[in-house]
C-alpha cells in the first residue's frame, strides 16, 4: 500500500461523515449559505488561502439568481441551522462558493480542481426504504435535497484538501492547488460567474468529475468526457398594456397572443443541418383575469445543441423571434439568460494521465478512457477558459452503485466512491507533478 | 305624503344600517354564508316563508365554484363572524342564497323581485378619503369588498320586504310577492342553478335593478334595460404527458404547446355578420418545468355577443377548436362554463309600468325611459325563463353619485338611493296590482 | 311635360344604344381602352373641353395595376376593336379615364359628375335565357363583362353630355358642369389616382351614383348614401431564401412560414369597440417545390371599417404585423395598397335637393331619402376632396329591376333607368343653379 | 484483357449514342412514353421476354400521377417523336417501364437489376458551355430534362443486356437475369407500384446502381449504400366552404385559415430523441379573390426521418394534425401519399462481392466499401421487398466527373462511366454465379 493510500484510509470515516452532514443541509443554488459557511470553516482550519464572496463571482454574471423573498429565508434557514452570522453577511444574496489555494514553495504546475455544492429543489423521499431516513441524514429543509451527489462532491473536495495539507506539511507538495467549491449548477448557473474572474487565470491543469450518471457501478470510471450538449436555459418577459376586452379591445398590447405566437414561431426552429437541435417552452404563464386583455406573459425555456454552430443558430433565431414579436404586438420583451453550458471536451493528455493514474487506484476495477454526455453541465465554461489561455482541461464520473436516477427522491449512492475519488485525484495531481513522492 | 312614503319614511335609518353591517362582511360568490344566515333571520323575524340550499339551486347548474379551501376558510369566517352554525351547515359548499315568499289571503298577480348579495375579491382601500374607512364600516374581509353596491341590493330586498309585511298586516297586499336573494352574480355564475329549479315557475311578474353603473346620479331612474351582452365564461383545461424535452420529446403529449394553437385559432372566430362578437383568453398557465414537455394548460377565457346567434356561432366554434386540439396533439380537454348570461330584455309593458310608478317617488327627479347595457348581467338568465312562460320582466337602474367606477377599491354610493329604491319598489308593486291602498 | 323632359325624351333611344355599345365591348380596371377612345370622340364632337392621360391621373396614385401583359393584350383588343391608335398610344399602361368641361359665360356654381366606366374579369352567362345574348349585344372580350351596370354609367353621362351641350347653346346654363368618367373602380383602385391631381379644385357640388344595389325597382331612388365601408386592399410579397429542406434547412430564410405566422396574427386584429371591423386574407401562394425551404410568398388582403378609427387602427396593426414578421423570419416584406376607400357621406343639403328634384321626374315613383351602403366604393375619395375644400357631395341610387345580382354572370338591368337618371341629373343641375330655365 | 473487357469494348460506342438519344428525348416521371416504346423495340429485338403495362405496375399503388392534361401532352410528344402508336396506346395514362427478362437452360441463381428513366421537369441550360448543346444532343422537350443522369442508366442497362445476350447465346449464361427499367423515381413515385406487383418474386439477388452523387469522380466506386432517409411526399387538400367576407365571414368555412394552422402545428413535429427528423412544407396555395373566405387550400410537403421509428412517429403525428384541423375549422382534408422510400440498406455479404467483382474492372482506380446516402431512394422499396423474401439486396454508385450539381439545368457527366458500369455488372454477375465463363 502506497503513501497516498494510506493518507485516504484515514480519511475514510470522516468523508462519510462529511457527505452526511451537508446531506441533512442541502441548499438549492445561490442559496448555500449554510454550506459556504461549514466549507470556510473547514478550510480555515487547514489554513488554506481563501477567497470567497465578491472575489470570486463576476455580479452582472450570475445567472438564474432566486427571488428576494427566497434569499431572505434561506438566511433565515442558515442562521437557525447555526451558521456564522458575519460570514452569512458577506455571501448572502447570492455570493456563494468558496476558492482555497495551498502553494508550496517549490515549482511545479497549477492545478485547479473543481467541485459543486448546490441540491435539488424537491423533497425528499420519506419512506424508510431510503437510507437517509432510516440512518438518520436525510434533508431537514423543506424545499431542497442532494439529489444529485453534490454533497458527496463537497465531502470529496474537503477531504481531499485536508490530505493535500498533509502532503504540504510533509513537503512533498510542489507547484499550487486550487480547490474551487462552485455554486448553482443545478441549471447550469453558477459557473459563468466564476469563469469571468481571475480565479482560473494561472492555470495549468483543470479536473472535476461527477458521482454516477453515466457510471453507475461501484469500481468503474470513465477518465474523459469528450463531448456534451450545448445549452442555454432562457427566461422571457413580455410587457403590453391590460384593457377591458369587451368595452375596448383595441386598447390593450396583448402579451398573451403576442407570447402565443413567439411559442408557435420558436417550435419551427429546430431544424438544423449539422446536428441535433432542442427547444422546449417548459412553462408559459400569461395574464390576471378572464374579462382583460393580458399584460403580461413570462417564459422559461431553453435551447440545446450538438455543436457550437447548432446553438449559436438557434440562439440568434430565438433573439429573432421575440425582436419581431415586439413590432408585431406592441409589446416589450425582455430575455435574461438564466443557464449556460458549452460542451465539456476534456483533452487527450489529460484523459492519458487519469486513465494511467486510475490503474494505481486499487478500489478501480473497471476503466472506460472517454465517453459522451447526453445532458449538459456548466464546468464546461470553466473547461473552456483554461483550455483558451493553453491549459488542459479534463472531466470524468465516479462510478458507483445508484440507488435511484439522478435528481429521483430517493437518490442514493454508494460512499466507498468518496474515498475512490479523493484516491484518483491524489495519483491524477502526482502524474501531474503536483505531489512528489 | 301617501301611505308608501309614510312606511318608507320610518325604515330610512335601517336602511342604512343594514347596508353598512353588509357592507362591512362581504363574502365572494357561493361564499355568502355570513350574508345568507343574516338574511334568513331577518326574513324569518317577519315570518316569510324560506326556502334555501338545495331547494333553490340545482345542484349540477351552479356555475364557477370556489375551490375546496375556500369553502373551507368561508366556513370559518362566517362562524368566526358569528353566524349560527346550524344553519352554515346547510347552505356550506355552495348552496348559498334565499328565496322568501309573502301570500295574502286575496288574489293578485304572483311578483318576484331578486336582489344578488356576493361581493368582489379585491381588498377595499383603506384611506382616510374613503368614507366606509372614516364612518367605520369598511371591509373587515381581506379578500373581499362590496364594491359593486350589491349591499344595496341586500338593504332594499330587506327594507322592502319589512314593508310588504305591514302593508300585509294591514290587509293592503294581494297575489303573491317572492324575494329572490341569488348568490354569485359577479362572473355571471348563480343564476343559471335559480333558473333550474321550480322558484320561478308561477311568477307573472319580475323586478330586479342594480345601483349606478349607466346611472351615476342621485334622483335619476331608468326604467328598463332593453339590452345587454349575451356572454359565456368558460375555463378550459388541457392534460397532455410529461416527458424529458432533451431527451425524448417525442414521448410527451405537449399541453402547452396544445393551448397555444387553441389560442392562436380561437382570435381568429369573432368576425360575425349580424353584430358585435368579442372573445378573450384572460389567463394561460402552462408546464412545469423549463426542461420537461409541459403535461398541462389551463385556460380562462370568455365569450360575449350582440346577440343569441353570434355567441351560439362562438360557443360552437370555441368547441370545435379544443375538439380538434384533442386530435392535433394527442391531449385531453375539459371544458367548464363557469359564468353565462343572455341578453336583459325589458318588457315594454312592464317599463311603462315602472315609467308611471316612478313619477309617484317624489325622490326621483329624472326619469329616462329605457337605455342598452354594455356589460353582461346573469339576471338574464331568469328574465327569459319568466318570459318564457309568459310572464314579463324587467331590469332597472337606480341612479346614485358614485365616488368611484364599480369594482374600484374606493367604490361608494349615495345611500340616498336605498329608500328611493324601495320606494319605487312599492309603488311599481301597487301598480301591478300587489298593493291595494 | 317641361323642357328637360323633351329634352331627355329625345335621346331615349340613344342612351339604350350606348349602353349596348360598351356592353358589348367591356374591358376590366386601367385597361378601358376602346371605352376612353370612345368616351373622347364622343364629347369631342359636342366640342367638350377634354382631359386624360397623365392629365387626370396621379401616376404613382394608381392602385391596383394590371400586369404588362395584361396592358399588351388589352392595346390589341382595343386596336382590333378599331380604337384610334393615336388616341391609344396616350391612355395605354394604365391612364384610361376622361374628364370634360362645359363652361358657360354666365356665373353660377362648379358642379361635377362622375360615371365610372369598368367592367368585371369574367364570363358572361351565354344561355339564350340572357338577353345580351338574345339581343346581340353581350360581351365580346372573353376576360371581362359588364355585370355591374357600370355601361349605363357611361351612357347616362354621354347622354346627359348631350343634354348639357343643347342648354348650353339654348343659353340656359351658368357656371360649370365636369363630367368625369373614372376608370377601375372595381376592387376600389381609380379614384385615388384621380383624386390626388386638381380636377376636384374648384367643385361646388358633386353628384353620383350607381344602377340598381340597394334600389332594385325600377321607378325606385335613394337620394343620398350617408354611410359605407371604409377598406383598403393590400398586396404583400414576401422574400426569402431557398435552401434544401433535408441537407440544410437552416440556411433557408421561410416565406411561407412567415407568412402562416402573419396571417394567424392578422386573424386575431379585429376585434375593436368603436365599431364592425372586418379582415380577410383571400388568397396566399408560397413555395415552388416539394424539397425546398420555400423563398416566396403572395399574400392578397383586405380590411374593411366600420369608421376610420377602426380602418386606422387595423391598417396600422396590420403593418405591425409585417415589420415584426421581417425581424422574426429574416425575411423582406412589400406591401402595396391596390384599392382603397373611406365611407360614402352624403351631404344632407344635397340630399334634399335630389329629394326636391326628383319630385319633378315622372318616371320617379318611389322616393327613399337616405340608407347605408354594406358595401365599399370609391367615389368616397372624391366626394371627400370636394367636402374637405368646402364643398357638397352626394351619391345616390338610381333603381332599376334587377335580372340577377351585380357581379352575376347574367346580370342585367332595366335600361328604363338611364333615361330617368339622366332626368333626375337635369334636375337637379337646375335645382343647384346650373340650368336656368 | 478478359473476354468479359472484350465484349464491353465492342459497345463503347453505342452506349454513348444510347444515353444521348435518351438524353435529347426526356420525359418526366409517369411520362416516359417514347422512353419505354424505345427501350422496348431494344430489347425486343434482342428476344428479351418482356413486360409491360399493368402486368409490372400494381394500378392503385402508382403515387404522384400527373394531370389527365400533362397525360394527354405527352402521348402528342412522344407521337410526333415517332413513338409506335399501338405500343403507346398500351402504356399511356401512367403505365410506363418495362422488365425484361433472359433465362438460361442451366440452373443458376435470378438476380434482377434495376435501371431507372425518368428525367426532371426543367429546361436544360441552353448556352454553348453545356456539351449537350455543343454536340447536339440537348432536350427537345422544354419542359424536361435528364439531369440526374438516368439517361446513362438507361444506357448502361441496355447496353448491359446486349452483352447478356452474348454471352446466352455463348452459352455461358446461368440461371435467370431480369432487367427492371422503372419510371417515376423523382419524388420517390415509381417502385411502390412495382414493388407491389410479382416481378420479384423468385430474385435471389439484386443490383442497382447510380451515377455521381456521392462519387463524383471517374474511376471510382461506392460498392455498397448502407443507409438513407426514409421519407414520405405528401399532398393535402383542405375544401371549406367560401362565404363574402364583409357580409358574411360566418357562414365560410376558412380552408386558408386551416391550412395556416396546420402547417404552423406541423412545424412543431421535428424534435425526435432517436435520430434525424425533418419536414417541409414546399408548397402552399389557397384562396381565390381577396373579398371571399378561401374555400380551398393545397399543401406539397414532405417527412424525413433518419429511421423507420422517426418516420412512422412524424407520418402518425402530421395525420394526427390534419384529422384536427377538420373538427377545428370545419373543413374537409384529403391526405394523398405521392412518393416514399424507406432506407436503402445494402447487404453486407454483396457489398463484399461488388468489391471484389470491382478489382477486375480495369477502370475502377478507387474503391470505397460503403457511404451513408444523405438523400432518399425509393429503389429502397424493391430492394426491402427482395431482401424480406430472403434474398439480397445492393445499390452502388457509379463514380463520374460531374460538371455540375445534379438537377441542375448544366449537369453532365463523363461518359466513360457508361462502360465501367457495364463492365462491374457483369463482373458481378459472373461472381454471383450467372456468368460461367
Redesign the interface.
Known amino acids: 500500500m502506497n503513501l497516498l493510500n494510506k493518507i485516504v484510509n484515514t480519511k475514510k470515516e470522516e468523508l462519510i461523515n462529511l457527505r452526511r452532514k451537508f446531506h441533512k443541509h442541502p441548499e438549492r443554488g445561490w442559496l448555500e449559505l449554510y454550506t459556504t459557511v461549514e466549507i470556510i470553516k473547514y478550510l480555515d482550519n487547514l489554513a488554506y488561502d481563501l477567497k470567497y464572496g465578491k472575489q470570486i463571482l463576476k455580479e452582472s454574471s450570475r445567472q438564474g439568481l432566486p427571488t428576494d423573498s427566497e434569499f431572505k429565508e434561506a438566511s433565515k434557514r442558515a442562521y437557525k441551522w447555526g451558521a456564522d452570522p458575519e460570514l452569512l453577511d458577506e455571501i448572502k444574496d447570492g455570493y456563494t462558493g468558496v476558492v482555497a489555494t495551498i502553494k508550496s514553495n517549490k515549482p511545479g504546475p497549477t492545478t485547479a480542481l473543481r467541485f459543486d455544492i448546490d441540491a435539488i429543489g424537491a423533497r425528499e423521499d420519506c419512506s424508510d426504504k431510503h437510507r437517509p431516513m432510516r440512518e438518520n441524514f436525510s434533508s431537514i429543509n423543506p424545499h431542497a435535497v442532494h439529489s444529485c451527489g453534490h454533497d458527496g462532491h463537497i465531502a470529496i473536495g474537503l477531504g481531499l484538501a485536508k490530505c493535500v495539507k498533509e502532503l504540504f506539511v510533509q513537503n512533498k507538495l510542489r507547484g499550487k492547488v486550487i480547490f474551487i467549491f462552485q455554486p448553482a449548477e443545478e441549471?447550469v448557473r453558477g459557473a459563468r460567474a466564476m469563469a469571468d474572474t481571475d480565479i482560473l487565470e494561472t492555470v495549468d491543469y483543470f479536473l472535476s468529475g461527477h458521482i454516477g450518471f453515466k457510471s453507475d457501478t461501484t469500481g468503474q470510471i470513465i477518465c474523459g468526457i469528450t463531448n456534451s450538449?450545448y445549452t442555454k436555459?432562457l427566461d422571457i418577459s413580455i410587457q403590453g398594456k391590460s384593457s377591458h376586452?369587451?368595452?375596448?379591445?383595441?386598447?390593450g398590447q396583448?402579451a398573451?397572443?403576442a407570447?402565443?405566437?413567439a411559442?408557435?414561431?420558436l417550435?419551427?426552429l429546430?431544424?438544423?443541418?449539422?446536428g441535433?437541435?432542442?427547444?422546449?417552452?417548459?412553462?408559459?404563464?400569461?395574464?390576471?383575469?378572464?374579462?382583460?386583455?393580458?399584460e403580461n406573459a413570462e417564459i422559461?425555456?431553453?435551447i440545446?445543441g450538438e455543436n457550437d454552430e447548432v446553438i449559436s443558430?438557434l440562439f440568434k433565431k430565438v433573439k429573432?423571434?421575440f425582436?419581431?414579436?415586439?413590432?408585431?404586438?406592441?409589446v416589450s420583451v425582455k430575455m435574461e439568460i438564466v443557464g449556460e453550458a458549452s460542451a465539456v471536451k476534456s483533452d487527450q493528455k489529460l484523459i492519458d494521465i487519469v486513465k494511467g493514474s486510475a490503474k494505481n487506484v486499487k478500489d478501480i476495477k473497471h476503466i472506460i478512457k472517454e465517453d459522451r454526455l447526453?445532458?449538459s453541465e456548466d464546468v464546461s465554461l470553466l473547461m473552456e477558459k483554461v483550455q483558451n489561455q493553453g491549459g488542459q482541461a479534463c472531466y470524468l464520473m465516479f462510478g458507483s452503485d445508484i440507488k435511484a436516477g439522478h435528481h429521483s427522491s430517493n437518490f442514493d449512492f454508494d460512499e466507498k466512491v468518496l474515498s475512490t475519488a479523493v484516491q484518483l485525484y491524489l495519483e491524477s495531481l502526482k502524474s501531474l507533478g503536483n505531489i512528489n513522492l
Open positions: 441549471g450538449l436555459k376586452a369587451g368595452a375596448a379591445p383595441q386598447e396583448n398573451l397572443l407570447a402565443v405566437n411559442v408557435s414561431a417550435y419551427s429546430t431544424q438544423h443541418g449539422s441535433m437541435s432542442r427547444l422546449n417552452v417548459g412553462r408559459l404563464k400569461a395574464g390576471t383575469y378572464r374579462n382583460l386583455v393580458p422559461e425555456m431553453e440545446r443558430y429573432d423571434v425582436k419581431g414579436i415586439e413590432d408585431m404586438f406592441n447526453g445532458g
